[in-house]
Structure formats: structure tokens, C-alpha cells
């Protein structure tokens, strides 16, 4: 298995622009799961997924982020507009059970 | 509300010596409990995980926890360190009927001298 897929694996963008993150989870795989991580405050949970649903968003910062899940094998979180503070890795997760299984994380530069 | 404690923000070990990370959490249900290990520029992966039965859990490379319920503990230890120890872990917590909502540590960076 290739395992989850993020893509990009680094973006650079200017402050105000949209940046889309993407993320293919594991086959089979029932739940997806979106995290940030910085040096200031950690592993944050963004929000996650069961079944391509939105089950708990309460972690997404603020009305710029936002995520989908379109079907079982891709989801995006997008920031519209993007600030300096939005920089900082974001990881995808997905699992079947109990145990996660991240991606290799996108590493998101706002300047 | 569940959380997780992890002492130490970083921990410094000799090539050889015991590694011990310790780790507490607050759950008011029977918690799984895991500890996963972050290498640079890498995503998490899975160290080793309680879900039930036996308290002391075996992973991959050499490292193992206990889950000690009294003192809400799930410390990791490594008997002898390698320079490929050298990473960051993370001790989660997650609710069984939670939907697998998992809440991380902070981290513990872990350095290992030569």
C-alpha cells in the first residue's frame, strides 16, 4: 500500500492568496483526519471524517479554513485568504480502527 | 474531556543508556493509549498501543509501555538507546466510543549522544 498521499509536499504562497491541500488516505480506510503542526502549540486537530462526513470541525481555526471531503479516497482543507500565521506543517491521517496512519505532511510557507 | 501530559520537553540519553519518556493522561472512560514517533521531515507513526488486556505493551524497536490505571501513567522505555532513537514522541490518548478522536502530547524530543 502507498500509504496516505499528501500533495503538495511544500507550498510557498503570499499572504491573501488560496492555498488547497490535498490528501488521498489509505484504501479502505473510514475516517480522515486533518492536523497542523507548529513549534508554538503542538499537534493541532483541525477537524475529521467518518464516512466522507464532517463529525468534528471544532479545532479549524477560523472561517478561512475549510474542508471537504468529496468521496472515500480524497479530501482538500483550503485557506482563503491565507496570513503569515497560517504557516506551519499540515499532516493528513486516516485509520479503520483505532490506530492513525499520517501522511507525509505538507509544509505551508505564507509570506 | 480527555488530555495527555508528557514530561519533558526534551530528554538527553547516552548510546546505550535507559530511555524513559514519561507520559500521564486524564480520560473518564477506559482509554486506548499509544505512543507514536515523529523522525524529521516525516509524518507520525505508530511506536506501540493499549487498547486492552495486557499492561505492558511491546512495539517496534525495542521500546515498550506500561499502562499503570492507579497512576493514569503510560510511560515509554528502551532499555538501551541507538543514535536512530534520535526523534520526537508522542504519547495520545483516545476515547473508545469517541469516534477516535485522538488527543497528542506536546512531544518529547529525544537526543541521543554518541
Known amino acids: 500500500d502507498a500509504g496516505v498521499i499528501q500533495s503538495p509536499r511544500h507550498e510557498v504562497t503570499e499572504m491573501g492568496q488560496e492555498v488547497t491541500l490535498r490528501c488521498k488516505p489509505i484504501?479502505?480506510?473510514?475516517?480522515l483526519f486533518w492536523y497542523r503542526q507548529t513549534m508554538m502549540r503542538g499537534l493541532e486537530l483541525l477537524i475529521y471524517f467518518n464516512n466522507n462526513v464532517p463529525i468534528d470541525d471544532s479545532g479549524m481555526p477560523e472561517d478561512r479554513f475549510s474542508a471537504k471531503m468529496p468521496n472515500a479516497s480524497f479530501s482538500t482543507l483550503k485557506i482563503q485568504p491565507s496570513e503569515p500565521r497560517d504557516s506551519a506543517v499540515y499532516f493528513c491521517a486516516s485509520s479503520l480502527g483505532e490506530t492513525q496512519y499520517f501522511g507525509p505532511g505538507t509544509r505551508l510557507l505564507v509570506l | 474531556a480527555q488530555s495527555v501530559t508528557q514530561l519533558g520537553s526534551h530528554v538527553s540519553v547516552s548510546e546505550g543508556a535507559l530511555v524513559l519518556l514519561r507520559c500521564n493522561y486524564s480520560?473518564?472512560?477506559?482509554?486506548?493509549l499509544f505512543w507514536y514517533v515523529q523522525y524529521p521531515n516525516q509524518g507520525l507513526q505508530l511506536l506501540l498501543k493499549y487498547t486492552t488486556g495486557a499492561t505492558l505493551v511491546k512495539g517496534i524497536n525495542g521500546f515498550e509501555a506500561e499502562f499503570k490505571k492507579s497512576e493514569t501513567s503510560f510511560h515509554l522505555t528502551k532499555p538501551s538507546a541507538h543514535m536512530s532513537d534520535a526523534a520526537e514522541y508522542f504519547c495520545a490518548v483516545s476515547d473508545r466510543g469517541g469516534g477516535f478522536k485522538t488527543i497528542f502530547g506536546a512531544g518529547t524530543r529525544l537526543f541521543v549522544k554518541a
Open positions: 480520560s473518564s472512560v477506559p482509554p486506548y
Open positions: 484504501s479502505g480506510h473510514d475516517y
